[in-house]
């Protein structure tokens, strides 16, 4: 990588970081890319040059937000051993998921789906992407299932469950409290399937 395209991604990332800070604490609505150009230290037109609006630039903060977990997530769906592998990964999709970043986050878009549908629906084009069409495979292979989507939507649905009130301002549980409900709720699963 060159000199100068080192500079454009130092730029970029500065971008991205301002534009999470700001996001995460004054909501999508109240961000302006003004306030942001000004926490990057860079000129409006800079950031333009970089993200051509508002929301270019929210849907590109959702993405980097997102691809910091996905390959740590599916290294686990290698593991020889089936309920091992589910294991793995449920308990780091639902630390991630707990991330303090993750629960702004999410509070960000129920706080402001109702002025701003699109928020959703671009945190919905953004969030599901490699890891689902791997954990689909997962299943295919593993539990010979033709269309697993339902049977991964309602075991994440039972793993997720934890977040619930989290997002109502209840202290996280803690890492044992995370691995007996991922236990749980993945040997439910398996006995379903079995």
């Known amino acids: 990588m060159s000199k100068i395209e080192q500079n454009k991604e130092k730029k970029r990332l500065a971008i991205l970081k301002a534009a999470k800070e700001i996001f995460l604490a004054e909501g999508y609505v109240q961000t302006s890319m003004d306030r942001v150009a000004s926490e990057a230290k860079m000129t409006k ?27 740590k997530l599916v290294v686990h769906l290698q593991h020889a051993d089936t309920r091992q592998a589910l294991l793995g990964f449920a308990k780091d999709f639902v630390l991630f998921h707990l991330s303090s970043e993750h629960i702004a986050t999410f509070k960000l878009l129920i706080a402001e789906g109702s002025k701003s549908p699109e928020l959703v629906s671009r945190f919905m084009d953004v969030g599901p992407d490699d890891t689902d069409r791997v954990l689909a495979q997962f299943f295919n292979e593993r539990f010979d299932i033709e269309e697993p989507q339902t049977k991964i939507k309602l075991w994440l649905g039972m793993v997720m469950s934890v977040r619930d009130g989290v997002l109502m301002g209840m202290p996280a549980p803690t890492e044992q409290e995370i691995a007996a409900h991922v236990e749980a709720s993945t040997d439910l699963l398996l006995a379903a399937l079995a």
């Open 45 to 71: 037109q800079t950031l333009y040059r970089y993200f051509s609006s508002k929301d270019v630039l929210f849907e590109a903060t959702l993405r980097q937000m997102g691809s910091q977990t996905d390959d």
